[in-house]
């Protein structure tokens, strides 16, 4: 399941289901607090949302640390090319999106790229879309589920509202789109576990 954490800019939150309360949200709190600090301006909307994968974290984070490659797990992403040649941080990416969204091309810094803490930083500098001053920050924290190695996802963002719409439309209009990719990330992840023949989930 995906839960849905309330940033600044509102003031609720949607209980995330597949944490069963307690000591798991607490500690999606603490992740929050320490490693998702964005401070939205008075024409901002931020929000966040979790996921939980069936699957060991050093899987989920190969995928999640692909800045080069999107696509491996991003549904709406047709094709990635990265400017200039290694990948480091200040990395810029130029991303064809698939038909289906407002948007054809996105232009995306790499702010941040943590492998032992896990956090991935990316930043909208251009392209076509109206996504203006986007910036994103997802970290995978390892957990149990069921007995079994799992990986909590956090994504967080802070986004300019774009003129003609409201605060509650732009975050809703986000986070469908990270659903999708969180979704896709599990899916993508699981199938690598059960495949991995060193996995601790195969059958």
């Not at 549904?75 to 289906?100: A, H, M, Q």
């Not at 232009?107 to 032992?116: A, G």
Request: aromatic share 4%; with cysteine; proline share 5%.
């Amino acid at each position: 399941m995906v839960g849905l954490v309330g940033g600044a800019a509102r003031g609720w939150r949607l209980i995330d289901e597949a944490a069963g309360g307690g000591g798991a949200a607490a500690t999606e709190a603490e992740h929050m607090r320490r490693l998702h600090g964005h401070a939205p301006g008075e024409n901002q909307c931020t929000s966040a949302l979790v996921k939980h994968i069936k699957a060991p974290v050093h899987l989920v984070w190969s995928l999640v640390r692909s800045f080069d490659q999107p696509q491996r797990y991003k549904p709406f992403v047709s094709r990635c090319v990265l400017r200039g040649g290694d990948l480091e941080i200040g990395s810029v990416r130029e991303v064809n999106v698939k038909t289906g969204l407002p948007a054809t091309t996105s232009t995306e810094r790499l702010e941040q790229l943590d492998d032992d803490e896990h956090i991935l930083s990316v930043k909208f500098v251009g392209g076509d879309h109206r996504l203006r001053n986007y910036s994103s920050i997802i970290t995978v924290h390892p957990e149990s589920i069921d007995g079994r190695p799992g990986t909590l996802v956090i994504e967080s963002f802070v986004v300019d509202v774009p003129d003609g719409n409201t605060k509650d439309e732009t975050c809703y209009f986000v986070e469908a789109v990270i659903k999708c990719n969180l979704t896709s990330l599990a899916e993508v992840s699981e199938r690598l576990a059960i495949q991995s023949p060193t996995s601790p989930l195969e059958q």
